[in-house]
């Protein structure tokens, strides 16, 4: 087998599962404990990777749990990490959180059981892979990768090293999607063929501030990375990270994976046939690469999906907090972060991230009538606790690598096309790669940085 590509056949083995979920599945270890072995009568030792912003609120939602504790914290920026271990360790009654700065000497820490890797995108594939040959469990946030070849080694080093992997696609554990999942599998949908998933927001453009020397104590080349070496620069350190090709895959890969990983496990489709994608940067001058307009035709079998994003759009609102914990749904017209599924027999309308789900079929004296629904809950809770019970019991988890790496491809795809000019790309099932197309086949995996390098065999 080349080592560049993995057969679907790889990825499947031991793939099967339930339509509620992979947290039933298959165990990935013959026994039930893993490499450090986590009794349940003993707490899991976390190392968390990145505390700024998303990787300060997973660690708070951890430390709610009477069965994790943080022990150890690792950020490239040492005010940052100096600070958060202490306040970690006050938060469990005084207790030593070790913090270190470099990632590698991290890894080498035995008493570590599970990693949380919350960095920018850029570092979520090669910190997943080197935890997983470090030992480790992983729990990566979203996307998961960076690039196709990335995601294809984060599923060999997972899956040779034996160990658990959770991407942070927290729908997947929700209860109220867990029932359209049922819903639609028990046909009250109908026939399904069209699929439309937004992400419409509000971003502007920037203009990056001139270069200059890093601060104090943060360490730029290794927060760089398997990137182009470059020299600091505040605004893209800060935010403008997620808009540079680099780095990241734009607002579809921060944002919009979340609806397109939903949509796609909702309506039971794996890789696409063939993938086309337009758009571009309209509104603004400045120094942003990826679009702020961008549409996106999904071909498979016998189903269309379309994703459509703005970054230009106030008017279009995520799911707020009240909607998340009430029992409201959004205002459909204008959720910006919905999912609209067309079967024959009528419309679901999904929210992610707690917004419910309602079915509308066709309306009656023009007032709308809605057959089936059911409010939501923000699933990070539920995700974390999946998590944690996979550790322990050594079965697939809900949001799987192959499963984050699969919902990364539709990102990747997209932004291929259009970073080739919008032209449709057709896929080989088979490898997840392209046919006939060299040059969409030159973004199938980025030149990575030394020492910062995932190697060929993981």
């Not at 090669?126 to 992983?138: E, I, M, N, R, W």
Request: aromatic fraction near 10%.
């Amino acid at each position: 087998m080349n080592s560049k590509d993995i057969p679907r056949r790889e990825f499947l083995s031991g793939s099967g599962r339930s339509a509620l979920g992979l947290g039933a599945g298959l165990t990935i270890l013959a026994n039930s404990r893993s490499v450090h072995g986590t009794p349940a009568n003993e707490k899991v030792s976390l190392g968390m990777i990145g505390v700024r912003g998303r990787g300060d609120s997973l660690a708070s939602g951890f430390l709610e749990r009477d069965d994790c504790e943080i022990t150890h914290v690792c950020d490239v920026d040492t005010g940052t990490g100096t600070a958060r271990s202490k306040q970690y360790g006050q938060r469990q009654g005084g207790k030593r959180v070790k913090y270190i700065q470099d990632y590698r000497k991290f890894l080498e820490e035995a008493s570590i059981d599970a990693v949380v890797v919350a960095t920018p995108d850029h570092w979520h594939g090669p910190l997943t892979v080197f935890s997983c040959q470090a030992g480790k469990d992983v729990y990566v946030e979203k996307p998961a990768s960076h690039n196709p070849w990335e995601g294809q080694q984060m599923v060999k080093a997972a899956r040779k090293y034996k160990r658990i992997v959770q991407v942070g696609m927290q729908n997947r554990s929700a209860p109220y999607n867990l029932e359209a999942k049922k819903f639609i599998e028990e046909g009250k949908l109908g026939n399904i063929h069209l699929c439309r998933v937004f992400n419409m927001k509000s971003q502007g453009n920037f203009t990056l501030p001139p270069d200059s020397d890093p601060p104090p104590g943060f360490n730029w080349d290794m927060w760089n990375g398997p990137a182009p070496e470059r020299r600091y620069n505040s605004t893209i350190r800060g935010q403008g990270w997620h808009h540079l090709w680099d780095y990241a895959g734009g607002d579809t890969g921060n944002d919009g994976v979340h609806q397109l990983d939903l949509a796609r496990w909702l309506v039971g489709v794996d890789v696409p046939n063939s993938v086309h994608c337009s758009g571009g940067r309209f509104e603004g001058k400045g120094d942003a690469e990826t679009p702020d307009t961008q549409i996106a035709t999904y071909d498979f079998d016998d189903l269309v999906m379309t994703f459509e994003l703005t970054l230009y759009t106030p008017y279009m609102l995520k799911t707020d907090g009240e909607i998340r914990n009430t029992d409201m749904f959004p205002y459909w017209p204008q959720n910006a972060t919905r999912i609209e599924i067309y079967g024959t027999k009528g419309v679901m309308c999904v929210g992610r991230h707690g917004g419910g789900w309602e079915v509308y079929v066709r309306p009656q004296s023009r007032k709308p009538v809605v057959t089936a629904s059911k409010y939501g809950r923000f699933p990070d809770p539920p995700h974390k606790e999946n998590f944690v019970q996979c550790i322990r019991s050594r079965k697939l988890p809900n949001a799987d690598v192959l499963i984050g790496h699969r919902s990364a491809l539709l990102v990747h795809y997209a932004n291929i096309s259009y970073r080739v000019g919008g032209q449709k790309l057709v896929i080989d099932p088979a490898t997840d790669r392209f046919v006939d197309n060299p040059e969409a086949a030159k973004l199938f995996k980025r030149e990575y940085r030394r020492p910062w390098v995932i190697e060929e065999e993981v």
